[in-house]
């Protein structure tokens, strides 16, 4: 039997969730590089002049990537953003600034555009209000979707494409050419965000057909606002790439992304650099991950009667596992990957009188809301945002010269945005990112760059607290000690609300030690490196 709770517990309820969702969203967590080098990198440094390091895949002979999907996204509300800057004559905005006002962006396009979706495409009065709180009390929702990901616009595109797609079924007797145009343009943006985008509305769009085959008229006005709106993102693409080109230059050589998205991603070499999994994983895993326990709930309701349950019966369901069945054929597979499924699945759920469920579904989405919106590489973003001041502050007490270079590594942390640094540090701050090197590699970089008398040195180190090996170069009595070389690390500033779970190494160290170790240790740190002078 199925909950039936007064609308006012509903309204409590989501508004509550609303609260959470606004403040994972202003939580600076950092759930993958792509969610500032694939968005915000690219323009911060062309709006506000702020240092920028353009990913490999804008800068290839071949770009994959699309600029025609990020400009409403992220270039529109950083450049309104840098005109009323412009016009109080403060010159550039604060990076804080900028990357809170696009997470505020990514949080309003989430509440106002995916909840109205799920609304519409839910049809029974009764299970609408269910399934929009169901939705909005997932981890998915506030952290990957409030985060700066192609996948999260992914999200919004699915959903409201399987919205046009259901208005268009429907109207049986009236062809509406705007919900045609406005269909093509959603198609258009999908496709040139992300390649995977059709394999969610394959399936769906199949319901088009009769209505096509009744009316054609319909189908050519789909196809010619497509090959607009498909016009537009290829020059503005061919414009990004080649400033200079001519429109007969855009002609003869347009850049067309998603081609080359394709033909890169078709090569099994070029995603083994980026990782090989199973053709299982995302059913067995990824789904598990994101869906926690309404996904064991899913399974085992294939195991009852109906032989069919009632959750499968429908369009978002359909698009759902038909996407994950076809993303699986590609053996790189991540959990955002399958992001657009939690919304059009979750949706689908039926709450029941279980408060075993209902206290499994809080904990676990409360457990990795935490985990993944506040301390997943949490404190990469701020300690590049507050860079400028550790390295000035640092200075002065060590009377270095404030406007010398100052080299700061990075090490076993995801990569940090250089246009947190802010205005004006294209020449002050030299970010090197080691990633995961080996520890003696890493020392060995330091003791390259690092000067050998005096003491003071404007070369710093960030990196997690639970790295153990950092121990005998940190503390005093590591002094006396003729490790080599001999440099000495001093704390400058520490961020807590930092997990590093790359670190997690339970075959060497066992579930406890680790766990001790990168939990009891978690924090980021920032350490000055000098040379233990005598």
Not at 156 to 164: D, E, I, R, S, Y
Not at 515 to 521: Q, S, T, Y
């Given at each position: 039997m199925s909950l039936a709770p007064p609308e006012a517990m509903w309204r409590r309820t989501y508004l509550l969730l609303l609260v959470i969702r606004v403040y994972f969203a202003l939580s600076p967590s950092?759930?993958?590089?792509?969610?500032?080098?694939?968005?915000?990198?690219?323009?911060?440094?062309?709006?506000?002049?702020?240092p920028s390091q353009l990913p490999w895949e804008f800068t290839s002979d071949r770009p994959i990537r699309s600029v025609f999907p990020l400009w409403p996204t992220y270039e529109l509300p950083m450049s309104l953003l840098k005109w009323f800057y412009v016009e109080i004559g403060s010159g550039n905005p604060p990076p804080q600034l900028a990357y809170y006002a696009l997470r505020a962006g990514m949080f309003l396009l989430s509440f106002v555009l995916e909840d109205w979706a799920i609304y519409e495409l839910v049809p029974s009065p009764q299970?609408?209000?269910?399934?929009?709180?169901?939705?909005?009390?997932?981890?998915?929702?506030?952290?990957?979707?409030?985060?700066?990901?192609?996948?999260?616009?992914?999200?919004?595109?699915?959903?409201?494409?399987?919205?046009?797609?259901?208005?268009?079924?429907?109207?049986?007797k009236h062809s509406s050419f705007f919900s045609y145009a406005v269909l093509s343009f959603v198609a258009v943006a999908g496709v040139f965000n992300r390649i995977t985008f059709p394999a969610f509305l394959l399936f769906p769009g199949l319901q088009l057909l009769p209505h096509f085959q009744r009316k054609p008229v319909s189908l050519?006005?789909?196809?010619?606002?497509?090959?607009?709106?498909?016009w537009i993102a290829i020059l503005i693409d061919t414009s990004f790439y080649r400033p200079a080109a001519s429109l007969?230059?855009?002609?003869?050589?347009?850049?067309?992304?998603?081609?080359?998205?394709?033909?890169?991603?078709?090569?099994?070499?070029?995603?083994?650099?980026?990782?090989?999994h199973p053709h299982y994983?995302?059913?067995?895993?990824?789904?598990?991950q994101l869906l926690g326990p309404a996904y064991i709930a899913m399974i085992l309701s294939l195991f009852s009667w109906p032989i069919v349950p009632t959750w499968m019966r429908n369009t978002r369901t359909?698009?759902?596992?038909?996407?994950?069945?076809?993303?699986?054929?590609?053996?790189?597979?991540?959990?955002?990957?399958?992001?657009p499924c939690v919304p059009l699945l979750l949706s689908c759920v039926r709450m029941h009188r279980s408060r075993v469920f209902l206290a499994i579904w809080i904990v676990f989405n409360a457990f990795m809301g935490f985990l993944m919106g506040v301390y997943h590489q949490g404190g990469v973003v701020p300690a590049q945002l507050a860079m400028p001041d550790i390295i000035s502050t640092n200075a002065a007490a060590q009377g270095i010269k404030t406007h010398s270079e100052a080299t700061v590594f990075w090490w076993k942390t995801y990569s940090p945005p250089r246009w947190l640094l802010g205005p004006g540090q294209d020449n002050q701050i030299s970010t090197v990112d080691l990633m995961g090197i080996p520890?003696?590699?890493?020392?060995?970089?330091?003791?390259?760059?690092v000067p050998r008398c005096p003491k003071s040195s404007p070369t710093y180190l960030v990196a997690p607290i639970s790295a153990t090996f950092l121990d005998k170069y940190t503390s005093p009595?590591?002094?006396?000690?003729?490790?080599?070389?001999?440099?000495?690390?001093?704390?400058?500033?520490?961020?807590?609300?930092?997990?590093?779970?790359?670190?997690?190494?339970?075959?060497?160290?066992?579930?406890?030690?680790?766990?001790?170790?990168?939990?009891?240790?978690?924090?980021?740190?920032?350490?000055?490196?000098?040379?233990?002078?005598?």
């Open positions: 950092y759930l993958h590089p792509d969610e500032n080098f694939q968005g915000p990198e690219v323009f911060a440094g062309r709006i506000f002049g702020y299970h609408r209000r269910a399934a929009v709180v169901l939705v909005a009390s997932s981890y998915v929702t506030w952290t990957y979707q409030t985060h700066t990901f192609s996948n999260s616009l992914e999200t919004l595109l699915v959903a409201w494409g399987l919205v046009l797609i259901r208005r268009i079924v429907e109207n049986k050519v006005a789909l196809v010619g606002f497509g090959a607009l709106f498909a007969w230059d855009v002609l003869r050589h347009p850049i067309i992304t998603p081609l080359n998205n394709v033909l890169y991603n078709s090569d099994a070499s070029n995603l083994a650099t980026h990782g090989l994983q995302h059913f067995v895993a990824n789904l598990l359909l698009s759902a596992f038909s996407a994950t069945v076809l993303l699986s054929i590609f053996p790189h597979q991540e959990p955002r990957f399958l992001i520890g003696l590699e890493m020392i060995q970089r330091l003791d390259e760059v009595s590591s002094l006396a000690n003729l490790h080599s070389p001999n440099l000495q690390l001093y704390r400058l500033w520490t961020h807590r609300q930092h997990l590093n779970l790359d670190d997690l190494d339970f075959g060497d160290d066992g579930v406890v030690d680790t766990l001790k170790r990168v939990v009891g240790r978690r924090g980021l740190g920032v350490w000055s490196v000098q040379r233990a002078c005598k």
